[in-house]
Protein backbone atom coordinates (compact mmCIF):
# COMPACT_ATOMS: atom_id res chain seq x y z
CA UNK A 1 0.00 0.00 0.00
CA UNK A 2 2.67 2.28 0.84
CA UNK A 3 4.47 1.45 -2.34
CA UNK A 4 1.80 2.18 -4.53
CA UNK A 5 1.04 5.53 -2.44
CA UNK A 6 4.91 6.74 -3.02
CA UNK A 7 4.08 6.08 -6.97
CA UNK A 8 1.29 7.75 -7.37
CA UNK A 9 3.18 10.77 -5.50
CA UNK A 10 6.38 10.44 -7.36
CA UNK A 11 4.37 9.97 -10.56
CA UNK A 12 2.17 13.52 -10.11
CA UNK A 13 5.89 14.95 -9.06
CA UNK A 14 7.22 14.27 -12.19
CA UNK A 15 4.36 15.16 -14.19
CA UNK A 16 3.64 18.67 -12.00
CA UNK A 17 7.90 19.44 -12.97
CA UNK A 18 7.43 18.64 -17.01
CA UNK A 19 7.54 22.08 -18.25
CA UNK A 20 4.17 21.31 -20.03
CA UNK A 21 3.00 24.26 -18.20
CA UNK A 22 4.94 26.58 -20.19
CA UNK A 23 4.44 27.26 -23.94
CA UNK A 24 6.79 27.33 -26.41
CA UNK A 25 9.01 30.14 -26.99
CA UNK A 26 6.88 32.43 -29.50
CA UNK A 27 8.20 35.41 -32.01
CA UNK A 28 9.21 37.57 -29.12
CA UNK A 29 11.03 37.76 -26.17
CA UNK A 30 10.65 40.36 -23.84
CA UNK A 31 13.26 42.50 -21.51
CA UNK A 32 12.45 44.56 -18.73
CA UNK A 33 14.34 47.60 -17.44
CA UNK A 34 16.84 45.24 -15.56
CA UNK A 35 17.72 43.26 -18.94
CA UNK A 36 15.87 40.36 -17.85
CA UNK A 37 13.73 38.59 -20.58
CA UNK A 38 10.61 37.05 -20.23
CA UNK A 39 8.78 34.95 -22.50
CA UNK A 40 5.39 35.77 -21.53
CA UNK A 41 4.16 39.42 -21.95
CA UNK A 42 2.06 39.24 -18.75
CA UNK A 43 4.56 37.70 -16.38
CA UNK A 44 3.86 39.09 -12.77
CA UNK A 45 7.36 39.90 -12.51
CA UNK A 46 7.66 41.79 -15.80
CA UNK A 47 4.39 43.79 -15.19
CA UNK A 48 4.96 44.41 -11.20
CA UNK A 49 9.32 44.44 -10.81
CA UNK A 50 11.04 46.38 -9.06
CA UNK A 51 14.50 47.52 -9.97
CA UNK A 52 17.68 47.06 -7.67
CA UNK A 53 16.52 50.82 -5.85
CA UNK A 54 13.15 49.57 -5.44
CA UNK A 55 11.10 51.21 -8.28
CA UNK A 56 9.04 49.81 -10.48
CA UNK A 57 9.54 48.57 -13.54
CA UNK A 58 7.78 50.18 -16.25
CA UNK A 59 9.46 49.27 -19.74
CA UNK A 60 9.21 46.13 -21.38
CA UNK A 61 11.09 46.35 -25.01
CA UNK A 62 10.04 43.20 -27.09
CA UNK A 63 12.56 41.40 -28.99
CA UNK A 64 11.93 39.50 -32.16
CA UNK A 65 13.23 35.69 -31.55
CA UNK A 66 14.56 36.22 -35.48
CA UNK A 67 17.30 38.41 -33.96
CA UNK A 68 17.62 37.54 -30.31
CA UNK A 69 21.24 37.62 -28.82
CA UNK A 70 21.71 37.49 -25.43
CA UNK A 71 24.61 39.48 -24.08
CA UNK A 72 26.89 38.67 -21.31
CA UNK A 73 25.09 40.92 -18.69
CA UNK A 74 21.45 39.31 -19.24
CA UNK A 75 19.59 36.73 -17.48
CA UNK A 76 15.84 35.07 -17.84
CA UNK A 77 12.52 35.36 -15.54
CA UNK A 78 12.44 32.40 -12.98
CA UNK A 79 8.56 32.31 -13.29
CA UNK A 80 8.10 32.54 -16.67
CA UNK A 81 11.26 31.11 -18.33
CA UNK A 82 11.29 27.10 -18.15
CA UNK A 83 14.64 25.29 -18.16
CA UNK A 84 13.56 23.73 -21.86
CA UNK A 85 12.77 26.86 -22.70
CA UNK A 86 16.19 28.61 -21.76
CA UNK A 87 17.84 26.17 -23.56
CA UNK A 88 16.08 27.09 -26.71
CA UNK A 89 16.41 31.16 -26.27
CA UNK A 90 20.41 30.01 -25.59
CA UNK A 91 20.17 28.19 -29.49
CA UNK A 92 18.13 30.73 -30.57
CA UNK A 93 21.09 33.33 -29.33
CA UNK A 94 23.89 31.31 -30.46
CA UNK A 95 22.31 30.52 -34.52
CA UNK A 96 21.76 34.08 -34.69
CA UNK A 97 24.77 35.37 -33.45
CA UNK A 98 26.44 32.78 -35.97
CA UNK A 99 24.41 34.67 -39.05
CA UNK A 100 24.75 38.51 -38.28
CA UNK A 101 27.87 39.04 -39.71
CA UNK A 102 26.67 37.37 -43.31
CA UNK A 103 23.15 38.97 -42.57
CA UNK A 104 24.31 42.38 -41.82
CA UNK A 105 26.90 42.26 -44.88
CA UNK A 106 23.65 41.95 -47.04
CA UNK A 107 21.43 44.16 -45.18
CA UNK A 108 23.69 46.93 -46.14
CA UNK A 109 24.26 46.01 -49.69
CA UNK A 110 20.36 46.03 -50.63
CA UNK A 111 20.00 49.07 -48.56
CA UNK A 112 22.78 51.20 -50.47
CA UNK A 113 21.26 49.28 -53.84
CA UNK A 114 18.24 51.36 -52.43
CA UNK A 115 17.02 47.84 -52.31
CA UNK A 116 15.50 47.68 -49.34
CA UNK A 117 14.84 50.94 -46.59
CA UNK A 118 13.53 48.84 -43.84
CA UNK A 119 15.06 48.22 -40.44
CA UNK A 120 17.75 45.13 -40.17
CA UNK A 121 15.11 43.47 -38.06
CA UNK A 122 12.70 43.63 -40.70
CA UNK A 123 14.94 42.04 -43.28
CA UNK A 124 16.29 39.20 -41.47
CA UNK A 125 12.01 38.33 -40.33
CA UNK A 126 11.32 38.70 -44.30
CA UNK A 127 14.34 36.79 -45.15
CA UNK A 128 12.84 33.97 -43.08
CA UNK A 129 10.20 33.86 -45.77
CA UNK A 130 11.37 31.52 -48.93
CA UNK A 131 9.83 33.29 -51.59
CA UNK A 132 11.37 36.92 -50.06
CA UNK A 133 14.99 34.63 -49.81
CA UNK A 134 14.57 33.70 -53.39
CA UNK A 135 14.28 37.55 -54.56
CA UNK A 136 16.70 38.48 -52.54
CA UNK A 137 19.02 35.87 -53.68
CA UNK A 138 18.01 37.38 -57.74
CA UNK A 139 18.82 40.58 -56.20
CA UNK A 140 22.04 39.73 -54.54
CA UNK A 141 23.11 38.37 -58.03
CA UNK A 142 21.65 41.23 -59.77
CA UNK A 143 24.04 43.50 -58.44
CA UNK A 144 26.85 40.87 -58.48
CA UNK A 145 27.49 39.98 -55.03
CA UNK A 146 29.81 36.88 -54.65
CA UNK A 147 26.47 34.60 -52.86
CA UNK A 148 27.06 31.43 -54.71
CA UNK A 149 24.54 28.84 -55.42
CA UNK A 150 20.46 29.85 -53.80
CA UNK A 151 21.29 27.09 -51.68
CA UNK A 152 24.51 28.28 -50.45
CA UNK A 153 22.94 31.87 -50.18
CA UNK A 154 20.39 30.26 -48.07
CA UNK A 155 23.23 28.38 -45.96
CA UNK A 156 24.72 31.71 -45.57
CA UNK A 157 22.33 33.18 -43.89
CA UNK A 158 21.31 30.31 -41.69
CA UNK A 159 17.82 29.14 -43.05
CA UNK A 160 16.77 25.99 -43.70
CA UNK A 161 14.95 24.78 -47.13
Same mark, same amino acid.
Given at each position: ????????VAALL???????????????????????????????NLTNG? +??????? *?????? =? @? #? !????????????????????????????????????????? +??????? *?????? =? @? #? !??????????????????????????????????????
Amino acid at each position: MKISVFLIVAALLVAGCSGSDYAPVGELVFADDNAVYHTNSSCHNLTNGK +DMNGHPI *YAMNPC =D @T #F !VFIFKDYERVCSNCVSAEEFLHLKSISEHNKRYKANRQWLY +DKMVRAN *YFSGSY =D @T #F !VRELSNQGVRLISYNKALELGLAVGTYAEFTQMLGYYE
